[in-house]
């Protein structure tokens, strides 16, 4: 059957979900057929009858169901810009990578992915889904992924490893539909350490000075950009702050726009990890927030990492290993800032500061979204 660029809206009955199950099992290319079947009744290829036949097919671990269900990935990427493709691929490739083993996925990475041809796309995306699912370490995965850094294709900056630093990550892209929470100042001193103002800490912020990088600042709201506004800023400190003063008097004598309004006293400041705020940039990336859609788990995992090296001010060129231990060499904060003229106040209020090693600069990330 040729492939149709356009879906009509004459309606297609689906067999029940019983018949659907068998056909997984017995007759994978009969879901397929009706996954891509023209007259299967709706304007978008992102449609629920065809949700149900991915949810079938994916779930489906022989090779033959398996190859189904890539096959009817590589489709939605030959449709283009039809209306709901690009979520169809993205969504065919994140419920392949939620069962419990990619060996029937191997085979589909034996050919060298093509420059020009729309399911390396697809292929592209799947294979760094895996990455970060389970590591890859095998042929044909690594002559794969060589082939893409050989086309330039941006996931091939990923490596196929995957970090225990990404586990906040990986745990929140299986949870579709997940936002960032706000946290109240109560909540924040329950589950992290708290850190109080000091004296010498406003006297720091009062002398910094702000940086403008407008390089730095679109790679570290990358993440954030579906939300309702986001922020990053960027100071340096004229001598080394100690670390003990890294808290909510400097942060609030910085002069930040975002955390205009601010006291020592209203801004609740806790020390965290560098993967706390990778984990928290990674769910609006992947999930879009109240009104995004969000991106496909591979494209979440590059935009904030992106976000992290410029948090750090880490050229592109370092190994993500490196970027991995440089993390841990940096000072962070999760604020929990309440409402102002930033901050909405309302879903999801996040915000993060960060202390280089040299402790003479200052990163602060921030971000506010509301029904």
Known sequence: MPESTTATTTATTLPNDASLRVYAVTDPERLYDLAV???RGAPTWYAPEVLKLVEFLTAGHSQAATDCAVRLGEHAARLGEAPGAAALMAHVAHE???RPSSAALRPHFEGPPVADDPTTEFRASLLHEMALRWGLRDEPYVTFQAGLRE???PLSWLPLASFYFENAMRERSWMRGAMLSSLRPEELYAAYPAIPPTTAGAEAGRAA???SDGRRTEAAVAPLAELGRYAAEFFTLPVALDPVDFNSGLLTALGSTCLAGFTPETLATAHTTADDVA?????PAFDGGMWGDGRPR????????RAMY?????DLSVELGDA????AEHRWLRLAPGRSDFFFGDLSDVAFAVLDPTRTRVAVVAATDTD
């Open 151 to 153: 086309l330039g294709h």
């Open 37 to 39: 079947e023209p007259a």
């Open 96 to 98: 392949l990578v939620r």
């Open 324 to 327: 991995v231990r440089a993390a």
């Open 310 to 314: 410029a948090l750090m001010d880490l």
């Open 298 to 305: 591979a494209y979440s995992r590059l935009v904030t990492w």
């Open 209 to 211: 000075r702000r940086v």
């Open 279 to 283: 984990g928290d940039l990674f769910v």
